[in-house]
């Protein structure tokens, strides 16, 4: 803010200050975007993981989930999926891509068996890039 105490002049100044207002105004708005998209972007089917003492790795920018539920019913994301179509949901979810990490997601009160069948029906199916989801677990200090 100026004051100006000189009136003898009509002329006006340049001013060399950077107007922050719209600056301030599209960072408010970005955030508020960020703020509802982000919720949007998990996945929000309940599995009781088990716990891992791995070192985390990261996250791809879009990771196909599959989740294997207490029930053994499945679903790729938040949509639910019969076994038999889940070659053709994947391949439609992947774009194609074989290549693609799968994100195994099983409930700690699946049987192995069931585990091992989920993951022969994506290998016969070409997707060979499997990782298991779990909780990581605290490691001793």
Known sequence: MSVRLDHGEDTLDEIHEINVTPFIDVMLVLLIIFMVAAPLATVDIQVNLPAAAVEP???????????????????IGNHFVARELLPSTLSSATGGSKDTIIFLRADKTVPYGELIEIMNILSSAGYLK???VGLEKASPP
């Open 130 to 132: 499997v990782a298991l």
């Open 57 to 75: 790795r990261p996250r791809p920018e879009a990771p196909v989930y599959l989740t294997i539920k207490t029930d053994l019913s499945l679903a």
